[in-house]
């Protein structure tokens, strides 16, 4: 009897992964945990998700511009699959690109975390109730936002959020990506979701 058990138990964590793939628009990944911030941390990444500017990125030389535009053409080739439809991808290259620069992270490894937390699924829905692209976790709309957890679903507002979070968590972790990335997934410490984020940035890098 203890040998079934065993083996029941065993079996549970794989069942819940494919209780989870065969929902549509589940997500496995994503678990932020809500934390104590600090208070001269909370008004800065309050401010930053309340600032509804649409993406328009400016270029102080004619160079940097090119390379933006040569990053969208590259990227939109990349990512045709998974956003077939043409204004649909632009719009989300552009408001990962503006988000990601903002927030002073590299647009190649944001692409590759929301690769890991919902391939791109602007509705996914994890286990734990992470939404969106980025999987964020609707606590953080009491902490720092309106309370309107439906607006996770908004494109811009999903990669606000899900880049603000991360860039906070690099700052508290002294600029360490690899515990950065297991906090933002709620596993600091462990090496499995850095290790998936870093491999998928591979895939995102523009040179």
């Known amino acids: 009897m203890k040998r079934v058990l065993?083996?029941?138990?065993?079996?549970?964590?794989?069942?819940?992964?494919?209780?989870?793939?065969?929902v549509?628009?589940?997500?496995?990944a994503g678990n932020q945990k809500e934390e104590a911030i600090a208070d001269s941390v909370r008004p800065a990444l309050a401010n930053a998700?309340?600032?509804?500017?649409?993406?328009?990125?400016?270029?102080?030389e004619e160079g940097a511009r090119l390379r933006y535009q040569l990053w969208l053409a590259e990227m939109s080739g990349r990512l045709k699959r998974k956003l077939?439809?043409?204004?649909?991808r632009l719009e989300f290259l552009e408001a990962a690109w503006y988000e990601?620069?903002?927030?002073?992270?590299?647009?190649?490894?944001?692409l590759g975390l929301i690769q890991v937390e919902s391939a791109y699924r602007?509705?996914?829905?994890?286990?734990v109730g992470a939404r969106g692209y980025m999987q964020v976790m609707p606590f953080w709309t009491g902490v720092v936002g309106d309370n309107d957890r439906s607006k996770l679903f908004h494109m811009q507002t999903n990669l606000r959020y899900g880049?603000?979070?991360?860039?906070?968590?690099l700052d508290m972790e002294g600029?360490?990506?690899?515990?950065?990335?297991?906090?933002?997934?709620?596993?600091?410490?462990?090496?499995?979701?850095?290790?998936?984020?870093?491999?998928?940035?591979?895939?995102?890098e523009y040179r």
């Open 163 to 169: 880049c603000a979070i991360l860039r906070m968590y």
């Open 49 to 60: 998700i309340k600032d509804a500017r649409p993406p328009q990125p400016t270029f102080r």
């Open 122 to 127: 602007k509705y996914a829905v994890s286990m």
């Open 100 to 110: 990601a620069t903002r927030s002073g992270l590299d647009p190649g490894m944001v």
């Open 24 to 28: 549509p628009g589940a997500a496995v």
């Open 175 to 204: 600029g360490n990506l690899y515990l950065a990335l297991g906090r933002y997934n709620g596993s600091r410490g462990r090496p499995e979701y850095p290790n998936s984020v870093l491999s998928a940035w591979k895939k995102w």
């Open 6 to 22: 065993h083996s029941v138990r065993a079996l549970v964590p794989a069942l819940l992964v494919l209780a989870a793939l065969a």
């Open 84 to 88: 077939p439809d043409d204004q649909v």
